[in-house]
Nanobody, 123 residues
Framework: QVQLVESGGGLVQAGGSLRLSCAAS????????MAWFRQAPGKEREFVAG????????YYADSVKGRFTISRDNAKNTVYLQMNSLKPEDTAVYYC????????????????WGQGTQVTVSS
């Protein structure tokens, strides 16, 4: 299991930006596929963005495409989520996830998860 610690959440006005960070306690982060998910009150956890082991491939949910950017710094054992043009519907707890394999809805239960960081976007 990988220990993950998210940070960077907070309260922001619509149209604003936030940058989330996920620090991983591993020897070699490049062995892990990394992803961000989010969960709003009363809703299921949903995929936001994913990044391949080397960082050369990224994947986004349609709802955030063009506004959010996932990146990773394997030397620092950290993954980031830059969120721009935030909307009230982006309000949720954001979770970082790690696994040796691609993380999908079907495989997410085997991944390691952080404790989450709250993002609140006011209108």
């Amino acid at each position: 299991q990988v220990q993950l610690v998210e940070s960077g959440g907070g309260l922001v006005q619509a149209g604003g930006s936030l940058r989330l960070s996920c620090a991983a306690s591993v020897r070699t982060l490049s062995m892990y596929y990394m992803a961000w998910f989010r969960q709003a009150p009363g809703k299921e956890r949903e995929f936001v963005a994913g990044i391949s082991w080397s960082g050369d491939s990224t994947y986004y949910a349609d709802s955030v495409k063009g506004r959010f950017t996932i990146s990773r710094d394997n030397a620092k054992n950290t993954v980031y989520l830059q969120m721009n043009s935030l909307k009230p519907e982006d309000t949720a707890v954001y979770y970082c996830a790690a696994d040796r394999i691609l993380i999908t809805i079907a495989t997410m239960n085997r991944a390691s998860w952080g404790q989450g960081t709250q993002v609140t976007v006011s209108s």
